[in-house]
């Protein structure tokens, strides 16, 4: 069959409906992720007994596994068990919970290294005029750490905006379903595909001006208070 540009023409439109669900996911998704990620790497980075080496496993697990499987693990896994407690958790916010904890593992690392890398002085010049381990964080260390840190973070937030066409795969309806489902409506998958690719690349473009706009903010900032 030929490529049909003007089923293209039909179906970007309903794509584009439907990415409002593939930003909100994604963006309830970080900030979940955020909030969680900051507490793990304070927790690593301050070396609490046995939490510290509960959230490396985290870490290395969500790391080192694919979302697919940590997806349906929890799905068909996780979730059946949990409906016999009357627990109801639609396929919307089983895949929120899921790319949180993904992503809160990638920015928790991030996070950790960002603060690792302002030098060891300052912590201990902020303790030595009387400030806690806590008010130093969040005075002095943490404000140079999340500069450090924005570019992987952004990076995160791209990633998952990327990620969430995986949820179609536990009944999400976003843009890689309907894309399926118009695809084939009329054996049209090509096409159907060809606009998810140009809709997940405009997001993803759009975010990256985004980051690139906050780093150079960031770096004339850094350049001033210099």
């Known amino acids: 069959m030929n490529f049909d540009f003007g089923f293209m023409i039909r179906v970007i439109p309903i794509m584009l409906k439907y990415s409002t669900i593939t930003l909100r996911l994604s963006f309830f998704a970080i900030l979940i992720g955020v909030m969680i990620a900051f507490f793990i790497a304070m927790i690593v980075h301050a070396k609490v007994p046995v939490l510290n080496k509960f959230f490396k496993l985290y870490i290395s697990f969500f790391r080192g596994t694919p979302l697919m499987a940590q997806l349906f693990c929890f799905y068909f896994g996780v979730l059946p068990l949990s409906n016999r407690l009357a627990l109801r958790v639609s396929s919307f916010e089983a895949a929120l919970i899921i790319l949180s904890l993904c992503s ?26 009387g400030m806690t ?31 969430t066409s995986l949820v179609f795969a536990i009944g999400v309806k976003e843009m890689m379903a309907v894309a399926q489902l118009e695809g084939a409506s009329g054996y049209r998958y090509l096409e159907a595909y060809v606009c998810v690719l140009l809709v997940y690349w405009a997001l993803t473009s759009v975010l990256g001006f985004i980051q690139k706009k906050i780093e150079i903010k960031l770096g004339k900032s850094v350049g001033e208070t210099v």
Not at 110 to 123: P, V, W
């Open 104 to 129: 809160a593992a990638y920015m928790a690392e991030s996070l950790r290294a960002a603060i690792s890398s302002i030098h060891i002085g300052q912590m201990e010049a902020a303790q030595s005029i």
């Open 133 to 163: 381990y806590m008010q130093a964080m969040f005075r002095i260390i943490i404000p140079q750490a999340i500069r450090v840190a924005i570019p992987t973070l952004f990076g995160t937030f791209i990633n998952i905006v990327k990620d």
